[in-house]
Nanobody, 124 residues
Framework: QVQLVESGGGLVQAGGSLRLSCAASGRTFRGYVMAWFRQAPGKERDFVAQSSWSGAYTYYAESMKDRFTISTDNDKNTVYLQMKSLKPEDTAVYYC?????????????????WGQGTQVTVSS
């Protein structure tokens, strides 16, 4: 069974940092695209960042470029999202996702595999 399991969420003060992890299992993700999305209450699920499994190629939503970093550790079958300078508006459930295709305009419908999400709450 394919599983993506997020961890690392929690409560952090504005201006702080947090690193999310996504443990991938159940198949090889070599050649796949890994991504992070987030969804705040009452809002749509928005793209955050994506990376090739190798980590050679990355792409970020414009608003995330300066503060968020996606990375992969293939030996650990894990994808990370390092977040810094967090703001209250970053509060959301963060989801890990995977697909076999690199999309220039990533959207949730293009991703076949999803984790359960991890809550990130940024206090002011």
């Amino acid at each position: 069974q394919v599983q993506l399991v997020e961890s690392g969420g929690g409560l952090v003060q504005a201006g702080g940092s947090l690193r999310l992890s996504c443990a991938a299992s159940g198949r090889t993700f070599r050649g796949y695209v890994m991504a992070w999305f987030r969804q705040a209450p009452g809002k749509e699920r928005d793209f955050v960042a994506q990376s090739s499994w190798s980590g050679a190629y990355t792409y970020y939503a414009e608003s995330m470029k300066d503060r968020f970093t996606i990375s992969t550790d293939n030996d650990k079958n894990t994808v990370y999202l390092q977040m810094k300078s967090l703001k209250p508006e970053d509060t959301a459930v963060y989801y890990c996702a995977a697909t076999g295709t690199w999309y220039t305009r990533p959207s949730p419908s293009g991703f076949a595999y999803w984790g359960q999400g991890t809550q990130v709450t940024v206090s002011s």
